[in-house]
């Protein structure tokens, strides 16, 4: 009898899908609560409503950009506040966090081609006064902004939120358009306050004039240190604490950490100068 051997069958191949990997921000989906409102009194949502969407594009027209990830445009504008009232919904503070690092290196770039004469020590003056809480939230409040930004039921609008929210649209619109139209964005914002601040020098930036008072005398750059923070989430009191070669000088308190570093260098500078 002749017997027959069967062959084992191949193993059916399963064609591998590529994996995409992009920085695409998803947005959580959930029905806004009707009592979560902007500063102009619209209400929020995790998905942005055809009204909200239509405000995020008029503000995009203004700003000269065409942004089509309108979702991440609104997450920029989410402040943790509204955020914490809406289940699942994302705030702007990953997106404030990447914005600050774009704005500075922007307006890094920026004033090295605008001031080909000036020194480093010049140079990081006068960017820490244009990339200063103060000039951002002054920025953001003559744009308007405010009353786009999402808060929560019990929050008022402030300086730091506006100066936030701003670093977080930049970071924003670099992920969706890239560094090209921030490049612009930026010149077109920060334009007039780098001619003040070249105008006006240093005169209300503590920090640049501690930097120049310790350099000059050898004994490096200020170091700031956060000593604790106060206050809910959504409001939180900043301590810090300034060191000079080691030493803790001086200490202050703020609403931003910018804020109180500024205070605890002003503390400092007045300590350590001579008196007249």
Avoid: W
Wanted: with cysteine; glycine share 6%.
């Amino acid at each position: 009898m002749e017997t027959t051997v069967k062959t084992p069958s191949k193993p059916r191949r399963t064609s591998a899908r590529p994996i995409a990997i992009t920085n695409i921000a998803t947005t959580p989906t959930f029905s806004p609560s009707e009592n979560q409102m902007n500063s102009s009194g619209n209400q929020a949502g995790a998905s942005p409503s055809p009204k909200r969407l239509k405000e995020i594009d008029q503000l995009c027209s203004r700003l000269g950009v065409t942004c089509g990830r309108m979702g991440l445009v609104h997450e920029a504008l989410t402040h943790s506040s509204a955020a914490k009232e809406m289940p699942g919904a994302k705030d702007n503070e990953r997106l404030e966090f990447f914005g600050d690092a774009v704005l500075r290196f922007v307006v890094s770039e920026y004033l090295l081609e605008r001031f080909p004469e000036y020194d480093e020590g010049k140079l990081t003056e006068l960017r820490s006064v244009i990339v200063s809480d103060k000039v951002l939230a002054e920025i953001a409040q003559n744009m308007g902004l405010s009353k786009y930004i999402l808060l929560g039921q019990k929050v008022q609008m402030r300086p730091s939120i506006m100066a936030q929210a701003l670093e977080a649209l930049i970071g924003a619109i670099y992920q969706d358009l890239g560094l090209f139209h921030v490049q612009g964005l930026v010149v077109r914002l920060f334009g007039d306050a780098t001619t003040i601040a070249d105008r006006d020098e240093v005169k209300d930036n503590f920090k640049a004039q501690l930097q120049e008072f310790t350099q000059a005398r050898g004994q490096g750059l200020p170091s700031y240190q956060v000593l604790e923070t106060e206050g809910p989430p959504h409001e939180p009191t900043f301590k810090v604490s300034v060191e000079i070669a080691g030493e803790t000088i001086a200490s202050a308190s703020g609403k931003s950490k910018k804020a109180a570093e500024q205070e605890a260098a002003r503390l400092a500078y007045e300590k350590v100068m001579p008196k007249k």
